[in-house]
């Protein structure tokens, strides 16, 4: 089955360590895009990326970083830069970035630093 | 920009009750509006879509919503809930920018379903 695989689930780091999230898509799509959900506000884009090796900044890429060198794949690092690291993180992605084109979501990664 | 805004955080409701969620946005054009559900703990689910045309779209499990360009609402309905349905539920507009066309999503209403 066609989907996106985000993995681990579950992720434990200590303060002023960087961590690498991953996230693997099999449904051939364009487009792929990292958020971060926190109780009550909903999901914030972090990064965006619409083709192989091109990536843009969301609205809260402050200590965060991507890299997109295959179109299956989206990883995302979260840096010792970041402030609040601790969240839930939903990678998603689109077969085109056209705005009428519905995201598939991953089951997400629970990150929590200590 | 375009924003959402989902006026309700928290709604409970009884099995078998219909339900509302309300969904308003904002946005200079026609929006691109999407409904998703998230299971605790899971990714989010397309429920359903509206992009033009007829202005009240079904989607799965039973859930349909209205576009009223009027009152730039997009609220979801269910005429009887069942306890499965409790969950999360995001209202979402796509806009078509520059810098790319991205989703921004509203802050979500909890559903609590009582037996």
């Known amino acids: 089955d066609g989907g996106i695989t985000q993995s681990p689930k579950y992720l434990f780091r200590k303060e002023g360590q960087n961590v690498t999230l991953s996230c693997e898509q099999n449904?051939?799509?364009?487009?792929m895009y990292w958020y971060r959900q926190d109780p009550g506000q909903g999901l914030r884009l972090i990064y965006y990326?619409?083709?192989?090796?091109?990536?843009q900044k969301g609205d809260i890429a402050e200590g965060y970083s991507v890299s997109r060198e295959k179109k299956e794949s989206f990883p995302l690092t979260v840096t010792s830069a970041q402030k609040n690291p601790t969240a839930f993180y939903l990678c998603?992605?689109?077969?085109?970035?056209?705005?009428?084109?519905?995201?598939?979501f991953g089951n997400g990664t629970r990150l929590t630093v200590t | 920009a375009q924003s959402v805004t989902q006026p309700d955080i928290h709604i409970t409701v009884s099995e078998g009750a219909s339900l509302e969620l309300r969904c308003n946005y904002s946005?200079?054009?026609?929006?691109?509006l999407f409904w998703y559900v998230q299971s605790p703990g899971q990714g989010l689910q397309l429920l359903l879509k509206?992009?033009?045309?007829?202005?009240l779209v079904q989607g799965i499990k039973g859930f349909e919503a209205e576009f009223k360009r009027s009152q730039s609402s997009f609220n979801l309905r269910k005429p009887s809930v069942h306890w499965s349905d409790a969950a999360e539920y995001f209202c979402?507009?796509?806009?078509?920018?520059?810098?790319?066309?991205?989703?921004?999503f509203g802050g979500g209403t909890r559903v609590l379903v009582k037996p």
């Open positions: 998603a992605s689109r077969p085109t970035a056209g705005a009428n084109s519905p995201l598939h």
């Open positions: 449904l051939n799509h364009d487009a």
């Open positions: 990326s619409q083709i192989v090796n091109d990536f």
């Open positions: 946005y200079g054009a026609t929006p691109y």
């Open positions: 509206y992009f033009s045309g007829d202005t």
């Open positions: 979402a507009v796509g806009a078509i920018s520059a810098a790319g066309n991205k989703l921004t």
